[in-house]
């Protein structure tokens, strides 16, 4: 087996193969003169929405002003709790405590994703909202999350930063909840040259609350209506934003070509995610799990193979979360698994050679822990 | 479907009927393909989030403000926003500002979770510092002063009373970039200064940006934990933060245009002095007071006017893209009702508020092109 090196992202590729549409974008909307808001980013908002299936799409800075600004449009603030998974990144949660709401966190399934059987005992007389995350591109079980919340009067909110284009039962995230945050992050698999982020929501009254917060809270140009932020998608990064939303269901589906051949290959000697009947998971992160973690980790990157964890610390015992009353124990499979995943390089440009190079370490490594 | 109609504020737009414009871009994207280069090497380096450009620009930038740190972030709002939660300030505190400002200072303020206490100004559109003592009370935790287009306020006095309560200053610097009181920059004037470089501003990117400058090196730490998550290190969180990075391509074009800055502050000012002289003599206009200490940058060149209105639109008419910096104070806005004030509060800013108006004077801007809006300003009032 000849050692070859194996990036955990590469966004070089993806770069060159749409070098002229993206200069042309570039060059147009310079020439507009209009840098921020703007026809261009009404354009992608218009296909964003289209392709969520939804009647808003509105850009915002990143993927945590989405949930942030939603939380704030819900008037969610000091006093009131909102419910998320434990295992996510640490935006998450954090998009909670800047609004002044506390956290609430919850275990989750082997899905990776939160466990809705477990989110009715973290629900109180406070509890405003629930955050299910989409992890790794997977769709949280939304039909027991917006039953739970329907029968307790809350509002459901879809952290799909990693997951746009995903699909449950035949429906694009994006259109599961009363709204839901989108990251464009470079790493994305919708990922633009900076940080960008899009809501998308089918609730009238909140897309227009939500077009002014993001707007310093401007009725108009003379007029404020509320103190608003200043959260908006950089029109240049909305027009690259748009060009590659046109591949986005060719990446998404070389993803999934991808996990096929990486669980085909791997389901033997290591836990492999696999889809639902319901689901189609888009793979932003290929999470396989093992008792040999870090040693395996250890071998692939010897081997010339990029791994990463997602995440190694569960947002509860994170430093940042010690006033919240968790402690180790509180959510054993969280804790579990992140002491046993490792996530695989999963990109579109990766090759089948490539892909096929990767599952022969993985497989080499067991068959040489087997012969010890 | 989808209704997404923006709401596009009017000073991002260029309109093709104008022949004076404030919006420049244009001509400055004619630079583009330097710029282009150096974006896409960013691009295939994959150094998107805090980039080296970052790096090499918050040294350069704390270098020009005479300050031991610059922090790169999203956008001017949330240089003033991070600063302010970076000193504490939360729930049931106070800080004091100026009724003359953009909605930012106060949309920041507010999302920090404290209450705006308003102040008047003095006929340079600045906060009148003998106003501040009276407004401070236990809450008081910061004084924001707001360097309005790119006139720094009159410090002393403003230190004065802020040492004397202990109190942070933080300076809303948004339009400043380049401006000096007593040969002290904008940028260290205060506990922290903070910076927009939203695409019209003096030194501006492509895209919404902001830098923050300190000579606290704590506070400094603080902001570059709060800007990026709380994290250290990729997997550790050591608190609930926020999310408010400068990015890497942006830091690109400020850097490009760092470069240009001395000529596009000395144009600007060099466009602004012609307009003054040349306007001085007509008597429905009232200059703003200058100061021979204070070295101001005139983001916005305005001044005060007899039928304001109606000369807006004869300039207007005749291809001159006159603005409005802002008609409504922020005591009298829509969102500030909840604070109880009423006309009449603050009468120097409801004043120039109904008086001023904004003549583009940026470095494109020709010594015809003045001529013909001195001209018209001129005709109009004959």
Known sequence: ??????????????????????????????????????????????KAAQYCGVKHAIGVGHGSDALFLILKALDIGPGDE??????SFIASAWVVAATGATPVLVDVA???NIEPTLIEAAITAQTRAIIP???????????????????????????????????????????????????????KNLGVYGDGGLITTNDDKLASKLRILRNHGLRNRDECEVWGFNSRLDTMQAAFAEIKLGYLDIWNERCREIAAKYRTSLADVVQVPFDQEWEECVYH???????????????????????????????????????????????????????????????????????????????????????? | MATTKNFLPEQYRQSNKLGINHNYLNEQFSDHEVIWTKMREVVIRGDFTLGSEVDILEKEYAQISGTSHAIGVGSGTDAIFLSLKA????????????????????????????????????????????????????????????HWSGKPCDMDAIVEVAQKYNLAIVGDACHAIGASYKSRTAGSLGTLACFSFHPLKNLNVWGDGGIITTNSDELADKLRLMRNHGLVGRDECHTFAYNSRLDTIQAVVARHLLGKINHITESRVAHADYFDKELRSVS?????????????????????CQRRNELQNYLIENGVDAKVHYPIPMHLQPAANYLGHEKGDFPIAETIADSTISLPVHEFIS??????????????YD
Do not use: W
Request: charged content about 25%.
């Open chain 2, 87 to 146: 000193l504490g300030v939360g729930e049931g505190d106070e800080v004091i500002t100026t009724a003359f400002t953009f909605y930012a200072t106060i949309g920041a303020i507010v999302t920090a979770g404290a209450k705006p206490v308003f102040c008047d100004i003095r006929e340079d559109y600045n906060i009148d510092p003998s106003e501040i003592e009276a407004k401070i009370t236990p809450a008081t935790k910061v004084i924001l002063p707001v």
């Open chain 1, 82 to 87: 909102v419910i998320t998974a434990t295992n």
């Open chain 1, 133 to 187: 995350v989409h992890l790794t591109g997977r769709p949280a079980r939304m039909d027991e999350i917006n039953l739970l919340a329907q029968r307790n009067g809350l509002h459901v909110v879809e952290d799909a930063a990693q997951a746009i284009g995903a699909r449950y039962h035949g429906r694009q995230v994006g259109s599961l909840g009363l709204a839901a945050g989108f990251s464009l992050h470079p790493l």
């Open chain 2, 284 to 304: 429905q206009i009232i200059i703003p007071k200058r100061d021979a200490d204070i070295y101001q940058v005139y983001h916005i060149y305005s001044i005060c």
């Open chain 1, 285 to 372: 992160n290929f999470v396989i799990r093992t008792e040999k973690r870090d040693e395996l980790m250890t071998y692939l990157l010897e081997h010339g193979v990029d791994t990463r964890i997602h995440y190694p610390i569960p947002i509860h015992l994170q430093e940042a979360a010690k006033d919240l009353g968790y402690k180790a124990g509180s959510f054993p499979k969280a804790e579990k698994y992140a002491k046993t995943m490792i996530s695989l390089p999963i990109y579109p440009d990766l090759s089948d050679d490539q892909v096929t190079y990767i599952t022969h370490v993985v497989n080499s490594f067991f068959d040489e822990l087997g012969k010890k």
């Open chain 2, 367 to 380: 010594r015809e092109q003045q001529d013909h809006v001195i001209k018209l300003i001129k005709d109009f």
């Open chain 1, 110 to 112: 082997e899905d990776f």
């Open chain 1, 1 to 46: 087996m000849t050692k070859i090196t194996i990036p955990f992202v590469d966004m070089t590729s993806q770069f060159r193969n749409l070098e002229d549409e993206l200069t042309k974008a570039f060059i147009d909307t310079g020439r507009s003169g209009v840098y921020i808001m703007g026809e261009q980013l009404e354009s992608f908002e218009i």
